[in-house]
């Protein structure tokens, strides 16, 4: 999780972290976790988060992190883990599957895109609390 806050510019407090992931494993309805391994060796890992939607018509997966080690881009990873995603979020009954994209990253759009993904006509805003 290190390297994608780091890519991201965010803030990464390995301590915080540990904190997260004990509370994701604490509320496996609202958060799934998954190391991306090949060989014995990992690849990345995806974080998809689940909220309810009116507009979307129910359950919406959220994917909150994906990260494949640069090393390993444009190998079809990324596709893949895509895939997998979508199927696990039929699987846990949501109708939709939403990501975000960076302003700093706009060849992510084209990844999304390619996935079938459409972008909103609107921005999502968000306030901490």
């Known amino acids: 999780m290190a390297g994608f806050n780091q890519e991201e510019s965010i803030d990464f407090n390995r301590e915080a972290y ?8 604490s509320s496996p309805q609202l958060v799934k976790i998954w190391l991306i391994v090949a060989n014995s060796y990992i690849v990345g890992y995806a974080v998809l988060t689940f909220t309810f939607s009116f507009e979307f018509g129910g359950v919406q997966a959220t994917i909150d992190e994906i990260y494949i080690m640069p090393e390993k881009r444009g190998k079809g990873w990324g596709t893949s883990v895509l895939e997998l995603l979508a199927q696990k979020a039929i699987s846990f009954g949501a109708k939709t ?10 060849w992510l759009s084209t990844f999304y895109n390619r996935a079938g993904f459409a972008c909103y006509p609107y921005r999502p805003y968000y306030k901490k609390l």
């Open 97 to 106: 599957l939403s990501g975000d994209v960076s302003d700093e990253k706009p």
């Open 18 to 25: 540990r904190e997260r992931i004990s509370a994701a494993f």
